[in-house]
């Protein structure tokens, strides 16, 4: 193909996005457009299963089976998303066991967030509250990507996202209604959550060089900043209703702008914990490789079995 016609293509492609279309698996599109959703959907998939730790360690204690069922019932949900996700990814040409294998070497990403430890039962509140409550928001605005299947996938998401949100609101309601010892473990986990959630956003805009290609394919449909605003912006009226404190002194409403201010994230953190250096992605990325070793039998009984299942139509088609 000559430079024209890639020109062309691309325009016809950009056109196409313009219009609100869909780009579907099987289309044309440009080679850069395959990269970047590979790697943005694949490291949302690796976001889900690798989110499904800091819970998971909460399961065998939860205070009650109602907590416990639905704790168990919410993180399958992220199982769920991760495998909808690394479908979505198959359908550009990239292999699961591919996908893993860059996980499993460091070299894909996942959200920083799940590199924080759980050690109260609070977390389980502000994780559902806060590191949901940050994901929705995020996942709302890919709704609307041009990418078929990615979008798709989204929407279906979301809807179990509100569900996360609302469990983990409903455990720190619960204890800020409770004793004031359990209202200090809900204030001591808002205090040690706040900051982590707002980094979920990613780097401030002027530092997020691919923002622009990105709100072109309607990849980013509002910049990390403009996120981050509505996440604070709904965020601080909760945290009033539970009677807990934002653990920020230049949060403050300001009349003129109609949005919160707020203070200044401490992004010397954020880089450590992206270049893994955080409390836990060690033992995060252990955990996946050890999952993904001693799950070799049941992969291959499997194979085995699809095997063993084909030989036998072949016989029964002879
Ligand atoms: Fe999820
Ligand atoms: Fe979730």
Not at 156 to 164: A, D, L, M
């Amino acid at each position: 193909m000559s430079e024209q016609e890639v020109k062309n293509l691309e325009a016809l492609f950009q056109a196409r996005i313009d219009r609100d279309e869909k780009i579907e698996p099987k289309e044309w599109m440009p080679e850069k457009y395959r990269q970047t959703h590979i790697r943005q959907i694949s490291q949302h998939a690796h976001s889900e299963i690798v989110g499904m730790l800091p819970e998971a360690n909460w399961i065998t204690r939860a205070p009650s089976l109602r907590r416990k069922v639905a704790l168990l019932a919410k993180i399958q949900d992220e199982g769920g998303h991760g495998l909808y996700l690394y479908s979505a990814a198959e359908t550009l040409g990239i292999s699961r066991e591919e996908m893993y294998e860059q996980l499993h070497s460091g070299k894909a990403k996942y959200s920083s967030i799940f590199n924080y430890p759980t050690i109260t039962w609070a977390d389980m509140g502000a994780v559902g509250w806060l590191v949901d409550g940050a994901a929705i928001m995020n996942q709302v605005a890919l709704m609307g990507t041009s990418y078929g299947p990615y979008a798709r996938a989204m929407v279906r998401i979301c809807k179990e996202e509100s569900f996360h949100q609302r469990q983990g609101y409903e455990i720190l309601l619960t204890l800020c209604n409770g004793t004031p010892e359990q209202k200090a473990m809900a204030q001591d986990a808002l205090n040690r959550w706040w900051w982590p959630s707002l980094m979920m956003f990613g780097p401030k805009d002027e530092e997020s060089p691919n923002t622009e290609q990105s709100v072109k394919w309607k990849l980013k449909r509002k910049t990390n900043d403009e996120l981050r605003q509505q996440f604070v912006d709904q965020t601080v009226p909760q945290a009033n209703i539970l009677g807990l404190t934002i653990p920020d002194d230049k949060l403050k409403w300001n009349e003129e702008r109609k949005h919160y201010d707020f203070g200044e994230i401490d992004w010397d953190e954020f880089w450590q914990v992206v270049k893994g250096h955080g409390k836990c992605n060690k033992q995060r990325l252990e955990a996946r490789k050890s999952a993904w070793e001693n799950g070799t039998w049941v992969r291959d009984a499997a194979v085995a079995y699809a095997e063993k299942q084909a030989n036998k139509e072949e016989k029964k088609a002879i």
